[in-house]
Antibody
Framework: QVQLQESGPGLVKPSETLSLTCTVSSGSIGSYYWSWIRQPPGKGLEWIGYINYSGSTNYNPSLKSRVTISVDTSNNQFSLKLSSVTAADTAVYYC???????????????WGQGTMVIVSS | EIVLTQSPGTLSLSPGERATLSCRASQSVTSIYLAWYQQRPGQAPRLLIYGASNRATGIPDRFSGSGSGTDFTLTISRLEPEDFAVYYCHQYGTSPFTFGPGTKVDIK
């Protein structure tokens, strides 16, 4: 069973860049699309963007100017960078797999456990 | 952007009762691109339904989804103790993908 695990700093200073990595285990990163989603404390879910194994990306316009998602197929990982963070970026960040192979438009069938990132000085 | 609205915000029911959750979209969503997730406290969301009415792997048949266009429904036929959670609808047919604000199903 494919598993996802997010990793990265739990505390980021305002104006700096948030960097997270999602490691895919018990399966290959190839053939699928992979997304980042976040959830501020006590609030709902916000899709950040997706990537596939070849590096094709799509970002939420609300975050596009600050987001970069990249892939490292050799290590079965994909990463999120969010620049110029503020307190509003404090959230649990999840990585997730799109259900169907090669499908950009698909539900997220496998999720990481999530990692809390706090933006504070 | 497609805005999803869920109602009610909170649904207070007893185990064994039927739960009916609504999701309304600001514009038409192609049915195959509508999903439902369950989120328990401290856990990641879990996919329940995709394509408006297809149960995900391992999901019990007490969960069912229906609807088309702008109105979709998640039904839990008989609530089990583990079903008390927050439920989100999600459209993934039009970018940016969006989620509803959630419906909390709590114990009456």
């Amino acid at each position: 069973q494919v598993q996802l695990q997010e990793s990265g700093p739990g505390l980021v200073k305002p104006s700096e860049t948030l960097s997270l990595t999602c490691t895919v285990s018990s399966g290959s990163i190839g053939s699928y699309y992979w997304s980042w989603i976040r959830q501020p404390p006590g609030k709902g879910l916000e899709w950040i963007g997706y990537i596939n194994y070849s590096g094709s990306t799509n970002y939420n316009p609300s975050l596009k100017s600050r987001v970069t998602i990249s892939v490292d197929t050799s290590n079965n990982q994909f990463s999120l960078k969010l620049s110029s963070v503020t307190a509003a970026d404090t959230a649990v960040y999840y990585c997730a797999r799109h259900r169907g192979k090669g499908m950009t438009s698909d539900a997220f069938d496998i999720w990481g456990q999530g990692t809390m990132v706090i933006v504070s000085s | 952007e497609i805005v999803l609205t869920q109602s009610p915000g909170t649904l207070s029911l007893s185990p064994g009762e039927r739960a009916t959750l609504s999701c309304r979209a600001s514009q038409s969503v192609t049915s195959i691109y509508l999903a439902w997730y369950q989120q328990r406290p401290g856990q990641a969301p879990r996919l329940l339904i995709y394509g408006a009415s297809n149960r995900a792997t391992g999901i019990p048949d007490r969960f069912s989804g229906s609807g088309s266009g702008t109105d979709f429904t998640l039904t839990i036929s008989r609530l089990e103790p583990e079903d008390f959670a927050v439920y989100y609808c999600h459209q993934y047919g039009t970018s940016p993908f969006t989620f509803g604000p959630g419906t909390k199903v709590d114990i009456k």
